[in-house]
């Protein structure tokens, strides 16, 4: 990382002629366990990992926004008595949308140059978005001072995504990218926000992220189906259970009392809910417990699960985890964010990493025709400032 900050240091001494005030970064995430079960007030199990954002930035005496994404080689103005949603320069949205919602929550915002440059591999589920918004969210906070708690910072990010990016994520991104600590994953609760960090050792054992290159499609319309589904069952299963409010308040148990009374497509998408929450309770234990093959148990059956009752999974992603699962050192594959496409993750032994690497990608070719990018990641800490 040293390099890129010292790169990004000179990019923004010559694009303003000054240097930056601090440095700040947001990291991608990738989810080990809880695939759907976010919008269903259910629990999580991310980790932020070793690709970030990062947001370099200096105040102004005036109200000009100007933000240069390095990535892109976009230079954007605005001011913020105008923070409108930018059609031609849509990364800067993401900047735009955290600086609405923190101008709501009542901070005083000043102008500011910044210059922002990451290495999140877009398109691959890894959450560039929420690494930008944290990076800039923390910028912000080092530049002013304004006292903010992480969880409230990442509210006011899927804020930004939700209501000005206009993209209907859970809270688990920005949550993760805020909050992360270095060899821990993190346990949420996406009802109440309570959340633990546990235990993840990623010295001895390396997460691996396999992409595609099979970008999403229908991702939209799908979601909004599963989505409507979920809530049908809920709607459906409070006849036998009155007072529940999501998925997340039925247990198997209860769910196989009345799977049959719900129509077929209801009935899978809300089996795989309810027993993917109880695998993410699971494998809290696992970890607590120093158990991470139990743990990699657990993502084999929630993927099963994700391609069989929720079906969200598709031919490239199929492959990878075939690959994946079968080469040297693997402890488990699965996809992440929200299928459709997009990448894999894998726990894989740390002395095994090149021939797991080689063999998976051998052998993806040979079923798709197509070259994937696989990356070894550590979990590391959250959005901070790193200079």
């Not at 990062?54 to 240069?68: H, P």
């Not at 735009?96 to 101008?103: D, H, I, S, Y």
């Not at 546990?198 to 909004?224: F, H």
């Not at 093959?293 to 084999?300: F, I, K, P």
Request: proline residues 3%.
């Amino acid at each position: 990382m040293t390099g890129r900050i010292a790169a990004l240091r000179d990019k923004f001494r010559e694009l303003y002629g000054t240097e930056p005030q601090t440095i700040t970064k947001g990291p991608g995430r990738v989810d080990l366990m809880g695939i759907h079960t976010d919008y269903n007030e259910g629990f999580v199990l991310p980790v932020a990992i070793s690709f970030e954002v990062l947001a370099a930035g200096r105040l102004r005496d005036d109200n000009i926004i100007r933000a240069y994404s390095e990535n892109l080689k976009s230079l954007v103005e605005f001011s913020l008595d105008d923070l409108i949603f930018d059609k031609v320069d849509t990364w800067s949205n993401y900047l735009r949308g955290m600086l609405v919602f923190l101008k709501e929550a009542g901070v005083e915002l000043r102008g500011a140059d910044i210059a922002v440059e990451g290495n999140v591999p877009v398109g691959a589920s890894l959450s560039s978005s929420a690494a930008i918004e944290m990076a800039t969210g923390t910028l912000f906070q080092a530049m002013l001072g304004f006292e903010m708690s992480g969880p409230e910072l990442a509210l006011i990010g899927q804020k930004a995504e939700n209501k000005f990016v206009g993209v209907n994520s859970g809270i688990m991104d920005q949550f993760i990218s805020r909050l992360g600590k270095k060899d821990h994953a993190l346990f949420l609760d996406c009802r109440t926000l309570d959340y633990e960090l546990l235990p993840l050792d990623t010295g001895a054992v390396k997460i691996v992220i396999c992409d595609t290159m099979k970008r999403r499609g229908l991702v939209d319309s799908e979601y909004n189906t599963r989505r409507s589904q979920c809530e049908k069952a809920v709607e459906l299963l409070s006849q036998w259970l009155p007072g529940i409010k999501a998925l997340r308040d039925v247990t198997p148990e209860d769910f196989e009392k009345y799977a049959d009374r719900l129509p077929e497509d209801v009935r899978k998408r809300a089996k795989h809910v309810i027993s993917e929450n109880a695998r993410v309770l699971a494998s809290r234990e696992a970890l607590i417990n120093g158990r991470i093959e139990d743990l990699a148990v657990y993502m084999n059956q929630g993927h099963d699960s994700a391609r069989d009752y929720y079906e969200v999974s598709c031919f490239e992603l199929e492959a990878m985890v075939e690959a994946s699962r079968n080469a040297p050192g693997s402890l488990c594959g699965r996809l992440c964010g929200a299928g459709f496409g997009g990448a894999t993750v894998s726990l894989v032994r740390e002395d095994s990493i090149d021939d797991f690497m080689k063999v998976t990608a051998e052998k993806y070719r040979e079923k798709t025709g197509i070259e994937p990018k696989i990356y070894v990641c550590t979990a590391e800490n959250g959005a901070g400032v790193i200079v």
